[in-house]
């Protein structure tokens, strides 16, 4: 199984169409919020399921804030992150997914992509479609593949500029 997995677009998708294009085949897109009212598009251009949680930035959404989701043999918590307070540290966040049992927790929001796998727990931030802020400032986002023994494997993976 593969999964897409993308944060704060922000209704900009030049950079999400050539993810699309790229990662091919895909099981599974994961939307970690701010998609500003763009889930339908998104949606329609993924060619695969998908699943979106709202942010920060969908004023008036009917998203959810956040999905437990099964993929494979692990249980997953997907939010956007500023619910958690995110932005000062990840702590918060890990206990709350740690307490509903999950074996990894994906978040937006800090614009940051960010992987750290914990004793218990995988910690998965993909960056931003539009706006990174890390340093470099390149559009991020994150493929986690299933192996064919049942085990996830994660990479960060970054747009680059004139493709």
């Known amino acids: ?4 997995i993308v ?3 922000h209704s900009n998708h030049a950079n999400l169409k050539k993810v699309l294009k790229m990662e091919r085949p895909r099981d599974l897109l994961i939307h970690l919020g701010d998609s500003e009212g763009c889930e339908s598009y998104i949606e329609e251009i993924a060619e695969c399921p998908v ?5 920060n930035c969908d004023f008036f959404s009917s998203l959810s804030q956040e999905k437990i989701l099964e993929i494979g043999k692990y249980k997953v918590m997907i939010t956007h992150g500023h619910y958690y307070n995110v ?3 990840i702590e918060d966040i890990k206990k709350e997914a740690l307490g509903r049992g999950c074996d990894i927790v994906m978040f937006g929001h800090t614009h940051r992509p960010f992987l750290d796998y914990s004793r ?3 910690v ?3 960056g931003s479609m539009s706006y ?3 340093e470099g400032k390149c559009p991020s986002y994150a493929v986690m593949e299933i192996d064919e023994n049942g085990e ?4 960060l993976n970054y747009v680059k500029r004139g493709l």
């Open 1 to 4: 199984m593969r999964v897409l």
């Open 7 to 9: 944060s704060d677009t």
């Open 51 to 55: 699943e979106i949680v709202s942010g």
């Open 87 to 89: 932005n000062v540290g």
């Open 120 to 122: 218990n727990l995988i």
């Open 124 to 126: 998965l931030n993909p």
């Open 132 to 134: 990174p802020r890390q």
């Open 152 to 155: 996830a494997h994660f990479k």
